[in-house]
């Protein structure tokens, strides 16, 4: 089944009441009790049902009474979370149609690739050249941030062949081309566990999953030592309750969106998940801006308009949008 959601006209989902999973009592990233009710996204004028997700769940829920969706966030470690959250069945079905199809949300929400990876080559500091430079990219779609990396690393002579192993749920064939390899897997438990990988890619991808603390934990010990990881997370609560502040709605994209990861959330997290002595924060900063200038022009200087304050105080300015962290494992 394939989900065609035009997310530029529909920014919320409810599932039906069968399709929720129990509430969280506490944070579900790091298990405090001492989380921060700071809104409900339910009722809410913006709210829509689209149809080809009803007819997945069979069920007419305009007749029935949707469920409260609370939002949190948590004192200890700074995660902003949705509260309850979908099934990993709705979220699977949501995700396989979503991302990749053919959605005129898409060309909002994706970033070039090119410019994605050329991003990327930045953090990756005084590479020795080596044989083989392997690349994990979770949650990559068809793997194009990574092979574009990949040429930049073969065409500039750090690699000579470039293995990359892409995690995402709708899974392609396996393929060889030049001097670069690509494996598709599922779920990342699938990769065999004696691969260590020079970068992990989670660019957009970790507010989507269930489980983000197991997910950013397996992919940071996938890595090699000095090897880097980078992730680009929303940090977009800040924004919803300014808007509520002001009596205005800040439409939320639920459930594309389970978590917020913002600046205060990341420079915590070593400390969080007790890894400080094997990682180091390298890079943590907003994020790069979305909007490309030749393409919208207006809406890439309001972005940099809106993060600019973000540049010069860094994580005490709440309102970029998104974050972004390199990690580097310690020798
Ligand atoms: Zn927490």
Redesign the pocket.
């Known amino acids: 089944m394939k989900i065609n959601l035009d997310k530029s006209k529909h920014k919320i989902v409810i599932p039906e009441e069968n399709y929720f999973e129990e509430a969280f009592e506490g944070?579900p990233?790091?298990?405090?009790r001492s989380i921060k009710y700071i809104g409900n996204i339910h009722p809410s004028p913006e709210i829509k049902i689209y149809s080809d997700f009803l007819n997945i769940i069979g069920t007419i829920l305009s007749n029935r009474p949707s469920p409260d969706i609370k939002i949190y966030t948590?004192n200890?470690?700074?995660?902003g979370f949705f509260n309850p959250q979908p099934t990993e069945k709705i979220l699977k079905e949501f995700y396989t149609g979503y991302y990749m199809g053919d959605t005129k949300y898409t060309k909002y929400t994706k970033i070039d690739p090119r410019r994605l990876a050329s991003h990327l080559t930045k953090y990756l500091g005084n590479l020795s050249p080596r044989e083989t430079f392997r690349i994990l990219d979770f949650g990559g779609g068809d793997g194009a941030v990574s092979q574009c990396l990949g040429q930049y690393l073969l065409s500039s002579g750090i690699a000579m062949k470039i293995e990359i192993s892409v995690v995402d749920y709708k899974t392609l064939t396996d393929r060889r081309e030049n001097s670069i390899s690509q494996y598709s897997y599922e779920t990342l438990d699938l990769i065999p566990l004696s691969d260590e990988f020079d970068i992990v890619i989670a660019s957009a991808i970790l507010e989507h999953v269930k489980n983000p603390r197991q997910i950013i934990s397996s992919l940071l010990q996938k890595m090699k030592k000095q090897g880097i990881f980078y992730a680009r997370t929303p940090y977009s609560f800040p924004f919803y309750k300014g808007f509520k502040k002001l009596g205005k709605t800040f439409g939320m994209p639920y459930p594309a969106h389970l978590f917020d990861m913002g600046s205060y959330f990341w420079s915590d997290l070593l400390k969080t998940l007790n890894l400080s002595a094997g990682f180091r924060m390298k890079e943590s900063h907003t994020s790069l801006v979305h909007a490309e200038f030749r393409k919208n022009p207006l809406l890439t200087i309001l972005s940099y308009l809106v993060k600019l304050p973000s540049y010069l105080v860094g994580k005490w300015y709440p309102f970029s949008g998104g974050w972004e962290v390199v990690i580097e494992r310690k020798i």
């Open positions: 944070c990233f790091c298990g405090s948590c200890n470690c700074h995660i």
